[in-house]
C-alpha cells in the first residue's frame, strides 16, 4: 500500500522536469550573444541534436536488460539512435576523427540485424508494446517534424515566396535545424517514458 501511494508523483514530477529541461535546451542558442551568422546546422544546434541522441540511445540500450526477451528490440533501438546521432554530427566528428561516418554505419546495422534475426520472434510482442504507449505518440510527432515539416519549411523557395527581397539564405537552414532539434528533443522524452514504463528497476526510484 505504501509503495503504490508513492509510485504515482515520481513519473509526472520526472516529466516535468523533462519538459523544463527541454524548454533550457532547444531555447538555448537563441540566449548566446551576438553572433555574425545563425547557430544553424554547423554550430551549437548541431551540437545539441547530437548530445540528444546520444542521451536517447544511452536510454535505449540502458533499458534494454530489464525490457526482458523483448530487450533486443531495445537494443536495435538504440543502434538506430546512435546512428542517427552520427548522421546528426558527421561534420563534427570527421573533423575529429578524419574518417568517413558511413562506415560507422556498417558495424550498427550489421549489430541491427543480427539482433533482429535472432529475435524475431519477439518482434510482435515489442511492437505491441511500443505502438500501445503514450510515448509512441511523441515518435510519430518527431518523425512528422523530421520527414514533413522540417522539409517544407526548410525549403528556399517557400522562403523566398515569402520574403521576397529580404531573404536570405540561412533562414529555411536555421528553421530546419530548430524543428530537427525539437524532433530529437520528443524521441528523447518518448525513449525516457517508454524505457521506465512498467519496469521492475525504475531509473526514477531513489533507494
Not at 509503495?3 to 520526472?14: H, I
Not at 549489430?111 to 510482435?124: P, S
Request: glycine fraction near 8%.
Amino acid at each position: 500500500m505504501n509503495e503504490t501511494s508513492k509510485k504515482p508523483w515520481k513519473q509526472p514530477l520526472f516529466s516535468a522536469f523533462l519538459v523544463v529541461l527541454g524548454s533550457i535546451a532547444i531555447f538555448f542558442p537563441a540566449w548566446l550573444p551576438e553572433n555574425p551568422t545563425l547557430p544553424t546546422e554547423d554550430g551549437i544546434v548541431e551540437g545539441l541534436q547530437l548530445v540528444l541522441l546520444l542521451a536517447t540511445s544511452a536510454f535505449w540500450f540502458g533499458a534494454a536488460r530489464p525490457a526482458g526477451k523483448v530487450g533486443p528490440f531495445y537494443q536495435i533501438m538504440g543502434a538506430i539512435s546512435l546512428a542517427s546521432a552520427l548522421g546528426e554530427g558527421d561534420a563534427l566528428i570527421e573533423r575529429i576523427t578524419h574518417f568517413p561516418v558511413e562506415y560507422f554505419f556498417i558495424p550498427l546495422g550489421i549489430f541491427a540485424l543480427v539482433k533482429f534475426m535472432t529475435n524475431r520472434q519477439y518482434f510482435g510482442e515489442f511492437f505491441a508494446e511500443f505502438s500501445s504507449h503514450p510515448a509512441a505518440g511523441f515518435f510519430a510527432s518527431a518523425f512528422m517534424l523530421i520527414f514533413v515539416l522540417a522539409r517544407f519549411l526548410g525549403t528556399s523557395l517557400l522562403w523566398k515566396a515569402s520574403l521576397g527581397e529580404n531573404y536570405h539564405p540561412d533562414v529555411p537552414n536555421t528553421v530546419e535545424a530548430y524543428l530537427e532539434l525539437l524532433a530529437c528533443y520528443l524521441l528523447l522524452v518518448g525513449t525516457i517514458g517508454l524505457c521506465i514504463a512498467h519496469r521492475s528497476h525504475d531509473p526514477t526510484a531513489i533507494d
